[in-house]
C-alpha cells in the first residue's frame, strides 16, 4: 500500500469486485462502479477475500464479528448470522467522519468466504483510509482464524 499521496481518487473499496457485498442501512451504490474497480485491481491487489477451506459458517461469522474489534472507532449496526452479514460504522479518530463497512460470510462449495467493503461517505477520495480499514480487519481475521497474512 502506497501513502495518502498515491492513493487513487476513489472513495469505496471491496475484496470483492464482481458481487461486491451490498449495504442494508447505507446510501452507498449496490456496486462499485467499473472505474473503482481498475483501481482497485491497480492500487490495492493484496486486498483478497479470505478463505476458509472447509470452514463452518456459524463459526467463521463469530470470528469475523470478534475481528470487529480491532477496528477501534467502528460500531456494529447492523447483524444478521443467518444471512452472514455485518454492517458498521466507523468514525475517524481526527476529524470523526463516519466510513460504512459492509463484512459478508458466506459457503462457496465446501469453504467459507469473507469479503469486506468499506465506503467513505464524504468525498471522492479516501486518502486510501478504506483500504487500510480493510488490510487491518483482514489481517485480524486472518489471526484469528490461524491463517497468515499471504493465505
Not at 469505496?12 to 469486485?17: A, G, I, Q, R
Not at 491487489?45 to 456459524?58: D, N
Not at 456494529?76 to 466507523?90: A, F, M, Q, R, S
Request: charged share 25%.
Amino acid at each position: 500500500m502506497g501513502s495518502a499521496f498515491s492513493a487513487p481518487v476513489i472513495n469505496d473499496v471491496s475484496t470483492c469486485l464482481e458481487g461486491a457485498p451490498s449495504y442494508k442501512n447505507s446510501q452507498h451504490a449496490p456496486e462499485l462502479p467499473e472505474n473503482f474497480k481498475k483501481a482497485i485491481i491497480k492500487h490495492y491487489p493484496h486486498l483478497k477475500p479470505v478463505v476458509v477451506p472447509g470452514g463452518h459458517l456459524e463459526d467463521v461469522f463469530a470470528a469475523a464479528k470478534k475481528a470487529t474489534e480491532q477496528l477501534r472507532g467502528a460500531r456494529i449496526v447492523y447483524e444478521d448470522e443467518h444471512g452472514g452479514v455485518l454492517e458498521l460504522v466507523d468514525v475517524t479518530p481526527l476529524l470523526k467522519f463516519k466510513d460504512d463497512v459492509v463484512i459478508r460470510v458466506q459457503q462457496k462449495g465446501g469453504d467459507v468466504v469473507v469479503d469486506v467493503r468499506s465506503a467513505s461517505r464524504l468525498g471522492k477520495g479516501d486518502l486510501g483510509a478504506n483500504a487500510a480499514r480493510i488490510a487491518k480487519y483482514l489481517a485480524a481475521l486472518r489471526a484469528l482464524l490461524g491463517q497468515s497474512n499471504d493465505s
